[in-house]
């Protein structure tokens, strides 16, 4: 879903460049420099053109579908032990989680396995997560928590800053976590992946280590904000602003945006549930259709 996303924000550039290099090749080819300079311009003011509304008609369309209400959840057993309960806000039982058996007990020696002290010790949410992402694969599953665990107590603590740097900071990263939820109780985050540009942090004195903890607090948040949602394995939903998105600023930030896709893969799984993309040009919108 990133990639795509990626890829649909810089689609108008590079439907640019490739009628360029089309038209230059039409031109060598035919001898037709106003042939070739017309396929230029034609492709040009096309991926110019304004956004259609096929981007808002499918985010009206998926509050239409999810305003479904959600099942049920599964009744809690009176038979349930005390080891069936964890603290991740409040207190859930395994039964609740649609698993089998042999899930069940995977799924509570992962949540041993997570950093006690840390607001995930213990948590069965977050230990299912790290299973589903995995693949069910125990083995690969603990591996992941034990990774995640050296690369917790290896973070340090995020600096207060000076309200000049926090305003830096807001003006090329600032994803809103709202207070207001989908219709199955998702959290919902808007963000707008245009204001990213690295070049412009720096001429700010902000890093990309400053933005890459930033997101990191913002990853927390949500994944609090997951915990006490009433169907916390459903994820959030991702409002994504394609708009102020360009070839030249994802060069630039290419190295922050990687580094933060790994931190979302490898640290925090299966926290998405629904990415809604919003403002897109009209090009990628056909081309994603």
């Known amino acids: ?20 290099t089309a038209a ?3 031109g060598v080819a035919a001898a037709l420099p106003l042939t070739a300079l ?16 096929h981007c808002k008609s499918a985010f009206r369309h998926h509050l239409v579908r999810a305003a479904r209400p959600p099942p049920p959840p599964a009744a809690l057993s009176k038979e349930t032990s005390a080891g069936d309960h964890v603290v991740c806000g409040r207190a859930r039982a395994l039964s609740a989680l649609g698993l089998t058996q042999a899930e ?4 509570q020696r992962l949540a041993g396995r997570l950093p006690p002290g840390s607001a995930a010790a213990g948590c069965i949410i977050t230990a299912c997560r790290f299973f589903i992402g995995r693949k069910s694969d ?3 599953a603990a591996q992941a928590i034990d990774e995640y665990a050296q690369w917790r107590a290896s973070l340090e603590v995020e600096p207060t800053y000076s309200p000049e740097v926090e305003l830096a900071i807001s003006q090329v990263y600032s994803p809103q976590l709202l207070e207001a ?3 199955r109780g998702r959290p919902v985050v808007v963000a707008k992946i245009g204001n990213i540009d690295v070049a412009l942090a720096a001429s700010r004195n902000v890093s990309i280590s400053m933005l890459l903890r930033r997101h990191i607090s913002t990853l927390d948040r949500i994944n609090d904000a997951i915990e006490a949602s009433p169907e916390p394995l459903a994820g959030h939903l991702l409002v994504q602003d394609l708009s102020g998105c360009s070839v030249s600023k ?3 930030s ?3 945006l990687k580094r933060m896709l790994r931190v979302d893969q490898l640290y925090y799984p299966e926290l998405l549930g629904h990415m809604v993309c919003l403002r897109a040009p009209k090009l990628a919108t056909w081309a994603f259709g």
Do not use: K, W, Y
């Open 1 to 20: 879903g990133a990639f795509a996303a990626l890829v649909a924000c810089f689609m108008p550039e590079l439907v640019c460049i490739a009628a360029a």
């Open 24 to 26: 230059a090749a039409l």
């Open 38 to 53: 017309g396929c230029f311009v034609l492709g040009f003011c096309v991926s110019r053109q304004t956004p259609s509304l």
């Open 104 to 107: 069940r007990e995977a799924v």
């Open 138 to 140: 125990e083995r690969r």
């Open 181 to 183: 939820r989908d219709a």
């Open 250 to 252: 994802f060069i630039r």
């Open 254 to 256: 290419r190295s922050l």
